[in-house]
């Protein structure tokens, strides 16, 4: 059965395309009203213009999900189950973060206080949960991230340390 591409791209880009619809309605009562419609606009305009941001950072963080895995976060706690290791840690215990892609796949290295090292696969499923584990890291630089992870070097880069 052959895939419709475009159902699957729709489905990628559905955040980003709903909040330009709502940034285009505000946009719309911008220009053709008056009074508390056209105030509103305003709220509308930027609310879907951070959202469409918002949902594109999504997007450029997200892998296909073919690495070897689940991850999972629940209340805290980072649950990652792989085909020979896995752990279940906090945020609070992260310690140092790395994107390693010096190997044949890129992978995240997460440092916790216990003085472990958890290796995950950037593509495993349930990838897109660590950009959210990610943003709640304290001074964490989500756009270093993002130009690290389309970098095409062969590096480990350090992106936060506590």
């Known amino acids: 059965m052959k895939e419709n ?3 699957n791209s729709l489905l990628i880009w559905r955040e980003p395309l709903i909040a330009i619809v709502f940034a285009a309605l505000g946009l719309y009562w911008i220009i053709n009203s008056h009074g508390i419609l056209y105030t509103i606009g305003f709220g509308f305009l930027i609310t879907g213009a951070t959202l469409a941001y918002a949902g594109y950072q999504r997007i450029r963080f997200k892998r296909a999900e073919t690495g070897g895995g689940l991850i999972d976060f629940t209340e805290g706690q980072i649950s990652y189950f792989g085909p020979k290791n896995g752990a279940i ?40 949960v660590l950009f959210d584990v990610f943003n709640n890291l304290e001074g964490f630089q989500t756009e270093k ?14 992106l936060w340390q506590k």
């Open 145 to 158: 991230m993002l130009e690290a992870l389309s970098s095409s070097e062969s590096i480990k880069t350090v």
């Open 5 to 7: 591409t475009l159902i």
């Open 89 to 128: 840690f906090s945020i609070d215990e992260i310690k140092c973060l790395i994107l390693d892609q010096s190997n044949s796949y890129s992978k995240w290295i997460v440092e916790i206080t216990a003085g472990n090292k958890v290796e995950i696969p950037t593509n495993v499923k349930g990838n897109e």
